[in-house]
T-cell receptor
Framework: SAVISQKPSRDICQRGTSLTIQCQVD?????MFWYRQQPGQSLTLIATANQGSEATYESGFVIDKFPISRPNLTFSTLTVSNMSPEDSSIYLC?????????????FGDGTRLSIL | LAKTTQPISMDSYEGQEVNITCSHNNIATNDYITWYQQFPSQGPRFIIQGYKTKVTNEVASLFIPADRKSSTLSLPRVSLSDTAVYYC??????????FGSGTQLTVLP
């Protein structure tokens, strides 16, 4: 299965600032996703990162707050903009090697973000 | 939007078989059922996936009845290291990657 590296693994940020999280995969993958997991909670899908086009956002998430880039088939970034304490969470990227959403996902270990 | 329901928590003892059931009444025809395991400070890890009947791999079995409205993850002879949160997920088309609340399995010595 694909090896997924996320950077940074954790960070503490000031209110009002922005942070960009990187997701690097060791092989080309068809689909990449970004999730948020608040402490003790389940995972919530933020968006699907589309290579060469704008990301597809889920209800409740907007591009201005969570801009996403995917310049190629092995890399994506998620930016958390104008952060507030409510953005304190774990952000995870996942990848799917096949072409269908029914294919198993493989996850990175996440970025633990705390906002002061 | 497909939604899954699982027990919030389960306790078991080492060496026992554990069965975790997930309800997915609105599963779509093209959806598969996938189970993940998550340890603290790690991302979820794929365990097993199935569409119907029974699937078995080296770590678990997945039982899916004919109506596919539920599924049961079976972990044979659990050990302390199986203590984790287990999620089921139904997916097969865009915008259906919805994780349920997960089941916290605690294996006791």
């Amino acid at each position: 299965s694909a090896v997924i590296s996320q950077k940074p693994s954790r960070d503490i940020c000031q209110r009002g600032t922005s942070l960009t999280i990187q997701c690097q995969v060791d092989s080309q993958v068809t689909m990449m996703f970004w999730y948020r997991q608040q402490p003790g909670q389940s995972l919530t899908l933020i968006a699907t990162a589309n290579q060469g086009s704008e990301a597809t956002y889920e209800s409740g998430f907007v591009i201005d707050k969570f801009p996403i880039s995917r310049p190629n088939l092995t890399f994506s970034t998620l930016t958390v903009s104008n952060m507030s304490p409510e953005d304190s969470s774990i952000y995870l990227c996942s990848v799917v090697g096949g072409t269908g959403f029914n294919q198993p996902q493989h996850f990175g270990d996440g970025t633990r973000l705390s906002i002061l | 939007l497909a939604k899954t329901t699982q027990p919030i928590s389960m306790d078991s003892y080492e060496g026992q078989e554990v069965n975790i059931t997930c309800s997915h009444n609105n599963i779509a025809t093209n959806d598969y059922i996938t189970w993940y395991q998550q340890f603290p400070s790690q991302g979820p890890r794929f365990i097993i996936q199935g569409y119907k009947t029974k699937v078995t791999n080296e770590v678990a079995s997945l039982f899916i009845p004919a109506d596919r409205k539920s599924s049961t993850l079976s972990l044979p002879r659990v050990s302390l290291s199986d203590t984790a949160v287990y999620y089921c997920l139904t997916s097969g088309s865009a915008r259906q990657l919805t994780f349920g609340s997960g089941t916290q399995l605690t294996v006791l010595p």
